[in-house]
């Protein structure tokens, strides 16, 4: 099968396996797990902060800056479908007792507007407004990248009303690659940022949180409160460290062959626009044909596209495990599965 369900199929490289096997370890909860260390160190430094956590899951990430921001009855604004709000099972109001606010928004992104505009002034009775969050590239817009200027904007409306700027950069240097910028360029615009190891980066699990010292000090507790501390956790840690040498530059070739996907199926006639595939994401309408039944056509043929939150649309995800070959497979079989459809433009 060409799996393009998710960058989450992919599946550590020999390179990899070999550094996994290679891995120094010790306990890594009395913080003596050398690979560990070297992780976060790195992992800081690419991120912009002062500090940074390794952790199982960029979910529990999230979920952990949520809890270093807040206190229960406070609010987070973010984009009306990203991850946290609606891929989460409501984390945000499990683990730290806050409401949640969406906002719509334009290709994953909200505006500082936005932000003033639903801002609560302090009152006895109200939620305490006291999150922004982005989501940068954005998952359920189909991997869209936020421009740096926004951010700006974002940031200085964040300063103004003394809220705390979360990021949510689960493929942060897919949008790094994307856009041109560093990584830490975009990182350190904000009070905390997530990463996760275990998408584009081809690592077998694994995410960041980064933020000042004394935020980490607190994150660690957490970790551990939320069950997320580990022992020898160098063995997978060195997947981390290898992807940060070996897999960042190479987003830019999921890039490229999501946009040739892109390109090609739109001149096969089926409903893709690529001018808005930015990353590693293309979204195609199959209607009339429900999500299930393409993805079952689909299947039948030897390719594997995935369901979005909109109800037309399935995605198809350019990763490690894809290469050249398989996009030109791709090419050929999603148009001969979907034929006779009116998913196809014009029909």
Known sequence: MIDLRSDTATRPTDGMRAAIAAAVVGDEQKREDPTVNELETRGAVVLGQEAALYLPTATMANQIALRLHTEPGDELLGEENCHVFISELGGPAVHSGVVTRGLPGVAGRFTPQQVRAAYRMPAVHSPRTKVVWVENTHNASGGRVWPLAEIDEMRAVCDELELRFHLDGARLLNAAVASGEEAATIGRRFDTVTLCLSKGLGCPLG?????????????????????????????????????????????????????????????????????????????????????????????????????????????????????????????????????????????
């Open 207 to 347: 995410a960041l949180l980064a933020g000042s010292e004394e935020a980490m000090v607190r994150a660690r507790r957490f970790k551990h409160l939320f069950g997320g501390a580990m022992r020898q956790a160098g063995i997978v840690a060195a997947a981390g460290v290898y992807a940060l040498d070996h897999h960042v530059e190479r987003l830019a070739d999921d890039h490229g062959r999501a946009k040739k996907l892109a390109l090609g199926l739109a001149e096969a006639g089926l409903a893709v626009d690529p001018d808005r595939v930015e990353t590693n994401f293309v979204q195609l309408d199959v209607a009339p044909l429900s999500p299930a039944e393409a993805m079952a056509r689909l299947a039948d043929h030897g390719v594997g596209l995935s369901a979005t939150i909109h109800p037309t649309l399935l995605r198809a995800v350019t990763h490690l495990d894809v290469d050249d070959d398989d996009i030109d497979g791709a090419l050929e079989l999603i148009p001969h599965a979907l034929v006779g459809t009116r998913a196809r433009v014009g029909a």
